[in-house]
Nanobody, 125 residues
Framework: VQLVESGGGMVQPGGSLRLSCAAS????????MSWVRQAPGKGPQWVSA????????YYTDSVKGRFTISRDNAKNTLYLQMNSLKLEDTALYYC???????????????????WGQGTQVTVSS
């Protein structure tokens, strides 16, 4: 299994970036996929997920209306379009195989499966 993220960079507040994740070594369209991020000094945070066909998408509250997850199963690629970026979006962003783990309280956690190496997103003025 290999997940390779790209598209990160430095952007001013209010700007946009599009992350990509190239997947290989498994049958991509058999798996839900997620984006996870880790800000400096904090634990990993689940950000978004998409089902196998791309019909259903899910987001953590802090990115709803600003981020859009999508996938191209023909290209084995996952995307995250990030608009209206904020300082607090600064983090290392990971592509992960699988959907989020959910506890009994309805809290969402990053999937316990394969992750990529991450791509850095820095929002700074």
């Amino acid at each position: 299994v290999q997940l390779v993220e790209s598209g990160g960079g430095m952007v001013q507040p209010g700007g946009s970036l599009r992350l990509s994740c190239a997947a290989s070594g498994f049958t991509f369209d058999n798996y839900d996929m997620s984006w996870v991020r880790q800000a400096p000094g904090k634990g990993p945070q689940w950000v978004s997920a998409i089902d196998t066909g791309g019909d259903s998408t899910y987001y953590t509250d802090s990115v709803k209306g600003r981020f859009t997850i999508s996938r191209d199963n023909a290209k084995n690629t996952l995307y995250l379009q990030m608009n209206s970026l904020k300082l607090e979006d600064t983090a290392l962003y990971y592509c992960a195989r699988g959907g989020p783990d959910v506890d009994y309280s309805g809290n969402y956690f990053p999937p316990n499966d394969y992750w990529g190496q991450g791509t850095q997103v820095t929002v700074s003025s």
